[in-house]
């Protein structure tokens, strides 16, 4: 997780096979950006996996006064993968839950390989690595 004071974002290739076709771009500022993976194990526990994703994503957004959310997939990259569907009901119902708390939340495009740039803020809890 960190907090940036710029982050934007443009697909650049599918990573699912039946994702939709998008050329899409986008930016924020000032913003909590989560970059998460969600593993096979977590299937067995999907309710306290979203209840922390929720929960850290709102006291990292605590720290730094904002109410703005990015969250990006970001699942290529373990060997421990859950089904791509149930990333995506992950995903889905963690934007929900931080919708209805008052936070304004964008993701990139699930199923895409995104071109990003960030622009990360200086302080020590700027960067934070959870794991649940």
Request: one cysteine or more; a negative charge.
């Amino acid at each position: 997780m960190f907090y940036a004071h710029n982050f934007s974002y443009k697909t650049a290739s599918k990573s699912l096979p039946g994702a939709p076709d998008l050329d899409e771009e986008d930016s924020l500022e000032d913003a909590v950006v989560v970059f998460f993976h969600v593993e096979a194990g977590d299937e067995d526990n999907r309710k306290g996996c979203i209840q922390k994703f929720v929960k850290n994503t709102k006291w990292l957004c605590g720290k730094f006064a904002t109410k703005s959310v990015l969250l990006h997939s970001f699942n290529h990259l373990s060997g421990s993968k859950s089904s791509p569907e149930f990333a995506r009901g992950v995903l889905d119902e963690a934007v929900e839950r931080l919708e209805r708390a008052g936070y304004t939340v964008k993701t990139t495009p699930f199923g895409y390989f995104n071109e990003f740039s960030i622009h990360v803020a200086g302080d020590s809890l700027a960067k934070v690595f959870k794991e649940f």
